[in-house]
């Protein structure tokens, strides 16, 4: 079964903190990973992986896949109170198709 | 503005009754979904669009029907809504014929008594 697991589900953190936000895939024939950041409404794209051990960056995030042990990270350095939201992670697979399969998400509240 | 639109934003009715919520986006978009989004179980995906006449299951499609007449319009009908239809809705779309990095749509709250 094709699945996508997105760890912890839920952290608290101080501002200033770095977190470390996980997610894990099994599924038929990869071709993307991607980033999503979702505050009370639709979510807004962050990255785009599809090669392993290149990190992608952009301002204080930034993400890296490792597709032989099928997995990603996305770090946060220096957490404000406007990182709290919940972070997605969704795989693009299939042979002659792409689905896209979500994770449930991990839940971030940054504290002042 | 490069946006995706959908209407409606909120909806009640009731059970049986057929409902098409519209979805449409103006940045010439090949790709094209429809996602679900309910507590516990994250966005799952409905059916989607390659391209204008090719459409796909995706994880969750019973109950729903969509069509891709024109590249920039994709809507999403329920012929027989059920209250386990209750959840959010949001619409997508992507520039390559793949998903790639997504835009969506506000979302569209829909209840079912």
């Known amino acids: 079964e094709d699945k996508v697991v997105q760890s912890p589900l839920s952290l608290v953190v101080h501002e200033g903190d770095t977190v470390t936000l996980n997610c894990s895939y099994e599924?038929?024939?990869?071709?993307?990973l991607l980033w999503y950041k979702q505050e009370k409404k639709a979510p807004t794209f962050l990255f785009m992986l599809t090669s392993s051990g290149i990190e992608k960056k952009s301002g204080r995030l930034s993400s890296i896949l490792d597709k032989k042990e099928l997995f990603s990270i996305l770090n946060i350095t220096a957490t404000q109170t406007g990182d709290s939201a919940v972070y997605l992670c969704?795989?693009?697979?299939?042979?002659?198709?792409?689905?896209?399969?979500f994770g449930t998400g991990t839940l971030l509240a940054v504290q002042p | 503005e490069a946006q995706v639109t959908q209407n409606p934003r909120y909806l009640i009715t009731v059970t049986g009754k057929k409902l098409t919520v519209t979805c449409s986006q103006n940045m010439n978009h090949e790709y094209m979904s429809w996602y679900r989004q309910d507590p516990g179980l994250g966005l799952r995906q409905i059916y989607y669009s390659m391209n204008v006449e090719v459409t796909d299951k995706g994880d969750v499609p019973e109950g729903y029907k969509v069509s891709r007449k024109e590249k920039r319009n994709f809507p999403l009908i329920l012929e027989s809504p059920s209250p386990n239809q209750t959840s959010l809705y949001f619409c997508?779309?992507?520039?390559?014929?793949?998903?790639?990095?997504?835009?969506f749509g506000p979302g569209t709250r829909l209840t079912v008594t």
């Open positions: 599924v038929t024939n990869f071709r993307s």
């Open positions: 969704a795989v693009c697979y299939g042979g002659a198709t792409n689905k896209l399969i």
């Open positions: 997508a779309s992507s520039l390559a014929r793949s998903a790639y990095e997504q835009y």
